[in-house]
């Protein structure tokens, strides 16, 4: 290659990787904001939220497009390669992520119609602060390249497992003491869930991280706490 070709080429990775960091910031601002609409009951805020998932899904699909773009027309190898495949996958991980950040706000506007439930709202409250700390921890590792950072989250993933068996156990206390809350609970739930599965998808990125910068797979098995198999609910 040319200088020429070869600052372009450069400039055309280091645009990927700033895009795939915008979305980033996007898909965290979505989480914490979606959680802030259940703590605080905001309907507006809860419905931004919905309608932003829009911008997250071209983010995905424009970022797919120059991957494989450059992938044809500059045959990258080694180290480009693996930053341009990882652009791919962090995309997929955070296009999800928003996905399950708008399930949280649909339901929250469902909540938001009905009585308060303080104590189990500052329960999702503080799993989604964890999540939220998390997925920033780990794009934060993604921003620099720092591998040490993206195993640090990749460490903790049971932490997120524990809050979540933990409020499943009080939700359902909640529903056999007054069955009257069967209903909120159950949306409660489902939030709870979406917010286990975005602290899985920031463990993903965590993986993506170590092989794009290492070109090795993670090939232990993921810290998990161990659950009850009744407590695995589905998704919304």
């Known amino acids: 290659m040319n200088q020429h070709t070869v600052k372009a080429y450069g400039d055309e990775l280091n645009q990927l990787t700033a895009e795939v960091a915008r979305m980033g910031g996007l898909a965290e601002a979505q989480v ?10 905001d ?17 995905h699909r424009e970022i797919e497009k120059k991957a494989i773009r450059l992938i044809a027309l500059r045959q990258p190898v080694a180290s480009d390669l693996r930053r341009t495949l990882a652009a791919m996958k962090l995309a997929v991980d955070l296009e999800r992520t928003g996905d399950l950040a708008k399930n949280i706000a649909k339901r929250a506007l469902i909540l938001a119609e009905g009585e308060p439930m303080q104590p189990l709202t500052r329960s999702i409250e503080r799993m989604g602060r964890l999540v939220s700390m998390r997925l920033r921890d780990v794009l934060d590792a993604y921003a620099v390249g720092e591998v040490d950072r993206a195993i640090a989250v990749w460490n903790t993933d049971d932490e997120v497992d524990e809050h979540y068996n933990a409020l499943f156990r009080e939700l359902l206390t909640y529903m056999m003491g007054d069955p009257r809350t069967i209903s909120a609970c159950t949306h409660l739930l489902f939030m709870a869930k979406n917010l286990e599965r975005i602290g899985d998808h920031a463990t993903n990125i965590a993986e993506t991280i170590h092989y794009e910068i290492t070109g090795t797979e993670f090939t232990g098995e993921r810290p998990r706490w161990n659950p009850d198999s009744e407590t695995d609910v589905p998704s919304a």
């Open 43 to 59: 309907v507006a805020l809860a419905k931004a939220v919905v309608e932003r998932d829009g911008r997250l899904d071209g983010m």
């Open 32 to 41: 914490a904001d979606a959680v802030e609409s259940v703590a605080r009951r």
